[in-house]
């Protein structure tokens, strides 16, 4: 089965900073994944690496079967955990930008998403409140008919009741095919889309696995072991 994400043995650093060390994973198709952690455990990192925004320092990475970069970018869809919209653009404008840059835009599949968000193409991108922004983040996300998503921190911003909402849309709009990376820290509010989790700890790898295989072995919810890893940080 070819995997949409591969890393081999990747470490980041920024100056003193160790951001990843020696990262090992793969992850195939049709997968919802939780990447997990506490702040600063390597997230971030690991998801602007494997879009093509932050190279490693070593090792490999393969991101819908390319190395993160141009062509990568064809198939890869990669929403940041702070929007990336200009001042002046309104919702349409952002679809718009979408549409220019990315081949597999879907425009019938960006419209449902736009009911479905309760957004309007009219709105200024910039006035929307911070949970409305990220819906909107997650719709030019999933607007893409990409084999590879990767969302970081996607409910930060929103309010509990929202987030329900907003967990349905990544279910129903992502591609069958395809694989969704999501980094979170709100795991109790997460952990019921996810069908496999990778939990980051001072930028390692400290847990790789199927989410019922976990609760099977552990007789835990994920948010109960994440409570565990993480009782530390």
């Not at 100056?15 to 994973?25: F, I, P, S």
């Not at 893409?144 to 967990?167: F, K, M, Q, T």
């Not at 694989?179 to 709100?186: A, G, M």
Request: net charge negative; glycine share 8%.
């Amino acid at each position: 089965m070819e995997q949409l994400l591969e890393f081999q043995s990747v470490s980041k650093s920024y100056g003193k900073r160790t951001a990843l060390r020696d990262v090992t994973l793969s992850i195939g198709p049709g997968r919802i994944v939780g990447l997990l952690g506490s702040n600063g455990s390597g997230k971030t990192t690991l998801m602007r690496i494997a879009s093509g925004l932050t190279r490693p320092d070593s090792g490999t990475v393969r991101a819908s079967g390319h190395e993160p970069g141009p062509v990568s970018k064809a198939s890869v869809s990669f929403m940041p955990d702070k929007p990336v919209f200009e001042s002046w653009m309104t919702v349409g404008d952002t679809l718009d930008f979408q549409r220019d840059f990315f081949a597999d835009y879907d425009p019938g599949k960006a419209s449902r998403m736009l009911d479905f968000m309760k957004l309007s193409r009219k709105d200024k991108a910039s006035s929307l409140s911070k949970g409305m922004q990220e819906r909107l983040q997650i719709t030019l996300a999933l607007s893409r008919r990409a084999s590879l998503y990767l969302l970081d921190e996607p409910i930060g911003g929103v309010d509990p009741v929202s987030r329900e909402h907003i967990l349905n849309a990544l279910m129903d709009f992502y591609e069958e095919d395809s694989t969704i990376v999501v980094s979170t820290h709100l795991v109790a509010d997460m952990e019921r889309i996810f069908d496999t989790v990778v939990m980051l700890k001072g930028g390692g790898v400290v847990l790789h696995e199927e989410v019922e295989q976990i609760r099977i072995d552990s007789g835990k919810s994920i948010d109960q072991l994440f409570k565990e890893v993480y009782a530390e940080c």
